[in-house]
DNA sequence: CCACTTTAATTGGTATTACCGATTATGATA
DNA sequence: TATCATAATCGGTAATACCAATTAAAGTGG
C-alpha cells in the first residue's frame, strides 16, 4: 500500500487550479511560492502520474489533473464538513450554514425561514444564495453550499433530498377575464397563446406544464418572462393568464392588483418543494431539523 | 479557518477503532504505540472535541468519536480510491475491483461473468464476495467492496446504480401438478401453504411477493429455504411449488428434475438487478463498462 | 536590441514535527 | 505482593515543510 497524498497538497491543486497561477495560488493558500510549486510535484510522484503539464512559462492541467482536482474537491470538502461537526461538538443546528434556493422559491420562503430560524436556532448562522437549480447543483458539490431548497423532481446526481411538501400552482388573471370560468378552469375555453410562462431555465416553467397538463402548447405565448413580479404584471394588463405557485399567492404577491386565482385543471396541478444535500455530508441530523422548520411554511407541508 | 486534520492521524483513529487496543492498532499502522497515541491526541485538539474516553487502563469512543469514524472511513476510502485511480493512469477498468453479490444472483451470474471480463478486459483484478443485500450495503460504505449486483428496488442509502435488466419470476413445481394449470396461474387454484420461498433476510422473497401480486399470504408455507437448491428439492418432491428468477433456471438449476416453470401472474413478475457503487466514486466508466458486460449476461438487458 | 517584468523551478538553510525507544503510571491478574 | 498489559509521556533524532533568495525562461515596452 503506498502514501496517501496529503490533503494540504491536495489544497494546493485546488488552489492552483482555481487561479491557474502558482504565485496567487500559493498567496490564496497562505504559502509561499516554493511550497506550492514542491507541493505540487510531490503529489505528482505520489500520485504516480503527470497532473499539469508544463511549458516553461505557463502550465496546463492535464485530463488526469482535472479528474484528481474533482476528486480532491469532494475529499477536501468532505473533511472541511467533518471539521466544522467535530469542533461545533456535533450539536445540532449550529455553525455555518449556506442554503442555496431557486428564485420562484427565495423570495416567498427565505424571509420567514430567517426569522424563524434565528428565534429557534441562534447559534445557527445562515447564509443564503439564489441562482438556477442546475448552478446551485454545482456549488453544491464544489462544497461552496451545505443545501439547497429545490423544486422537485430534479435529476439529484446522487445527492439525497427530504421531500418537504407540495406547493399548489394557480392560474392567475384579471378579474373580468375570470367572470364566465368554472373551476376547476379547463384550458380549451382560453384563447391561444393567452398563457405566459417564465424563461426556460427557470424549473418552474417545466413543472407547471408537467403538474398542469398543459400539453397542449397552443395555448402558451412565446414571451417569456423574468420573474414572477413580472408575470403578475402582464396578468393585471390583461395580456392574459399565467401559473404562480400558492407560496407567493399566500406572500401577497396579488396584493394591489385586479387579479383572481383559480384552480387550474390537472391531477395534481403543484410542484413538489425539497431539501437537497450532499450525500457525503456529516450534518443529516441538521439537515433534518432545517427540513422540519421549512415545511413549516409551506402551504402543504408532507415531510417524508 | 483551521487546519486540516491529516489523513494520517485519522488512518491511526479507523486502526484504533478497529483493533479497540492502542498496541495492535499501532502494529496495524506500521507505526509505533507512541506515534499513534500521540496522533489521536493531535486529532482530538485539531478536532477541538474528545473522541475516546480514557479511564487509566481501557478506553471508549465517544458517540462523537463513533460519528468521526464513520465520516472519516469516508473520507479515506474516496482518498485510496483517488490514489488507486491515479495510479492506474485513469485507465479503464484496469486494477483491482471488489465485486459483491447476493446470494439468489452470484451461483447463476458470476462463472459466466468472470470469464466474460477475464477476456474482455485481462488487467481487471475481480474479487467477488457472496452476502446478503444489507452486508453488502455496510461493506461498500466501507470501501472493502466497490460494487454491488443486487436485486432491486433497495433503499440505496446515498449510492448510486446502474439498472441492469428484467429477471422474471417463474412459478416452479413438478409436472404432475402442472398437468391441470393455465398460464399465466392463478394462484388460488392452488391449495393453501403450498408456495415456499426463501428465509426473510433474502432480498428474494420480498421481490417475488411484490413482483407476483402474492398479497394472499395463506398460499405461503410458513417453512422457509435457505437456497434455491433447497427449494428445487422441495420442489421435486412434491411439497408444493415455489418462484425461481429465470436467471437461475437458465443455467440449469432444474436439470435432472420433473419440474415445470410456469408463467405466473401479476403484471410484471420480475425482479430488476441493478450495479450499486459509492457516489464518492472516482471509477464512474469503469462501472459503466462493468455494468455493460453484466447486463448483457442477463435475460432481459434494459441497460439505463 | 536591450532593460524590465512575470512566471515557475531550484537551492540552501531553518524550524517544525513525525517518529522511535525507553520509561512511567495505572489497573488487572496471579 | 509481584507480574503483566496497557496507554501516556519523555528525550533525542531523522525527516520534511517551509521560506527567502536565486535562477531560468519567456514575454513586454521603449
Known sequence: ????????????????????????????????????????????????????????KSFLFTSMGEQVVDQARQILTSTEELLNF????????????????????????????SKSLQRQYPKLQLNFREDTTSNLLLHLRNGELDALVLALPIDLQGNLSYVLGRDPFKLVMHKQLASDLSEPVIYNQLPDQSIFLLEREHCLTGHAVAACELADSAKINPFTATSLHSLV????????????????????????????????????????????????????????????????????????
Do not use: W
Not at 503506498?2 to 487550479?17: D, E, F, Q, R, V
Not at 469542533?87 to 427565495?106: D, V
Not at 431539501?275 to 402551504?299: G, M, N
Open 86 to 113: 467535530a469542533q461545533s461538538q456535533g450539536k445540532l443546528m449550529e455553525g455555518p450554514m449556506r442554503l442555496g434556493c431557486i428564485p420562484t422559491i427565495a423570495p416567498f420562503l427565505l424571509g420567514d425561514l
Open 233 to 304: 404584471q402582464i396578468a393585471d394588463a390583461r395580456l392574459g393568464a399565467t401559473f404562480l405557485p400558492q407560496m407567493a399567492i399566500d406572500r401577497g404577491i396579488l396584493n394591489g392588483t385586479d387579479l383572481v386565482a383559480l384552480k387550474p385543471s390537472g391531477h395534481q396541478a403543484a410542484r413538489e418543494i425539497g431539501l437537497v444535500y450532499r450525500a457525503t455530508t456529516s450534518r443529516r441530523q441538521t439537515f433534518r431539523k432545517l427540513a422540519e422548520s421549512i415545511a413549516a411554511l409551506l402551504p402543504e407541508p408532507t415531510l417524508s
Open 1 to 56: 500500500m503506498s502514501k496517501l497524498p496529503s490533503l494540504k497538497n491536495l489544497s494546493y491543486l485546488l488552489a492552483l487550479h482555481q487561479h491557474q497561477n502558482f504565485n496567487r495560488a500559493a498567496e490564496a493558500s497562505h504559502v509561499s511560492q516554493s511550497t506550492l510549486s514542491s507541493g505540487i510535484q510531490n503529489l505528482e510522484e505520489q500520485l504516480g502520474c503527470q497532473l499539469i503539464e508544463r511549458d516553461h
